[in-house]
């Protein structure tokens, strides 16, 4: 048997230990602590965190016949086609412009090509949706 004093969070305790397999006396005795212990909180095992779910895919647009997609970047509402339909555009050209969550997105050429638009003004989109072809 032994004597110990244990400080736990800065509380102390005096325990006396039996040591295993050394003697055959009873199992260890604990005298009152200096100062009131709070109950120790049950041991609850840790898991570890869950792998995060796998993004979902981005939707891609649908290939149109007799051009190039311009799919939309984002979900919104089409607030103005800016070009007239089958007017001649280069890369970088201002097409049209999407409203999503009060702020305006402008959408450019991705290429240069004869406009095609998908969609009306008032319109709500999906991410991915094409919105213009460009041939």
């Known amino acids: 048997m032994k004597q110990l004093r244990i400080t736990v ?78 007017a001649q555009v280069k890369e970088g050209d201002q097409l049209l412009t999407l409203e999503a969550m009060k702020m305006n997105t402008v959408i450019y050429s991705p290429a240069a090509g004869a406009v095609s638009f998908a969609v009306q003004p008032g319109q709500a989109v999906q991410e991915g949706q094409v919105l213009a072809t460009l041939a």
């Open 9 to 86: 969070a800065g509380q102390t305790f005096d325990v006396t230990v039996e040591t295993i397999g050394a003697s055959s006396e009873p199992a260890a005795a604990v005298s009152a602590p200096r100062v009131a212990a709070p109950a120790a909180p049950a041991s609850v095992p840790v898991q570890p965190p869950s792998p995060a779910p796998a993004p979902a895919a981005p939707v891609s647009p649908a290939p149109t016949a007799g051009g190039a997609p311009v799919p939309s970047p984002l979900a919104g509402k089409v607030v103005s086609l800016d070009v007239a339909a089958g």
